[in-house]
């Protein structure tokens, strides 16, 4: 069983910057895929950009390459998702998800709570 927490969401005006962590409970978390998903109201959830359990092979969704980078430090248990030059659309609920494999669809085992993320024009 893995548990996950995500923190860094908030208010921010496009154009800012935010970055996301996504903190694992177990200690072997360094073995597990970690995607990053997003949620807005009335949409379905959409793969936002995963990294394999080394961090060696990163994804990402055409609306944030260059944008979005995702990271993660092992050795802390932690998973980022650093969020640049945002726009009102990339406002939604942002979850973190791991599993043995690294997918861009929602079959995670492991999902966070979420973190609101709000752009504001």
């Known amino acids: 069983q893995v548990q996950l927490v995500e923190s860094g969401g908030g208010l921010v005006k496009a154009g800012d910057s935010l970055r996301l962590s996504c903190a694992a409970s177990r200690r072997t978390f360094n073995t597990y895929a970690v995607g990053w998903f997003r949620q807005a109201p009335g949409k379905e959830r959409e793969f936002v950009a995963g990294t394999t359990w080394s961090g060696a092979t990163t994804y990402y969704a055409d609306s944030v390459k260059g944008r979005f980078t995702i990271s993660r430090d092992n050795a802390k248990n932690m998973v980022y998702l650093q969020m640049n030059s945002l726009k009102p659309e990339d406002t939604a609920i942002y979850y973190c998800?791991?599993?043995?494999?690294?997918?861009?669809?929602?079959?995670?085992?492991?999902w966070g709570q979420g973190t609101q993320v709000t752009v504001s024009s």
């Open positions: 998800a791991a599993d043995s494999v690294l997918r861009t669809n929602t079959a995670y085992a492991y």
